[in-house]
């Protein structure tokens, strides 16, 4: 990709190195399938069909090695993300989450899309936020995220209003990591969310 060009569109492509990484994990929507870019739908009933998303969506994301899934990444619009930064919190489910607040600013590390495998750039987002959504069983939830989790959080909440990380991203900062397919985190630095 040419450096400081014009921010990519919808319909860039990898480098041939990547391919296979981008067949790989089939089950998770590419680049290019309008649900990306769908404003997802409120989920307005905790049903069994949204327990075995979020079950499905869950082994999708640890196959993956991803730090967050957002369901439209799994073709399903709706208003609903998984994540897990690696802190003794876990895996949580959001459902209808909102930002309630948001202060100061963070630049690292580099962000990467499980829908996007191998492009990774900076993204400036929040450094604190505060967000109200709700739980698996859509019991109301308030969580209060610094750092890497905000960053995640924030990156998902993106994919639920249709907007990827590289509209935000620094173009100067985009770059193909070559070796992603290798589903290895060194030759791959970025976050996979
Ligand atoms: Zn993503």
Known sequence: ?????????????????????????PEIVKLGDPVLRQVARPITLATQEIQDLIARM????????????????????????IYDAG???GL?????????????????PPEGCLSIPGLQGVVTRANQIRVKGYDARLKPVTINATELEAR??????????????????????????????????????ALKE
């Open 58 to 81: 869950t082994v999708i994301m640890r196959a993956a090695h991803g730090l967050g899934l957002a369901a439209p990444q799994v073709g399903v619009s709706l208003r609903l993300f």
């Open 87 to 89: 802190d003794k919190k």
């Open 92 to 108: 949580r489910v959001l459902i209808n989450p909102r930002i309630v607040s948001a202060r100061g600013e963070q630049t690292d």
């Open 152 to 189: 995640v959080i924030q990156h998902e909440i993106d994919h639920l209003d249709g907007i990827l990380f590289f509209d935000r991203a620094d173009p100067e900062t985009l770059v193909w990591a070559i070796g992603a397919e290798d589903d290895d985190d060194e030759a791959n630095p």
């Open 1 to 25: 990709m040419p450096q400081g060009g014009p921010p990519p569109d919808d319909s860039i492509q990898p480098p041939p190195e990547l391919l296979e990484a981008w067949l790989c994990h």
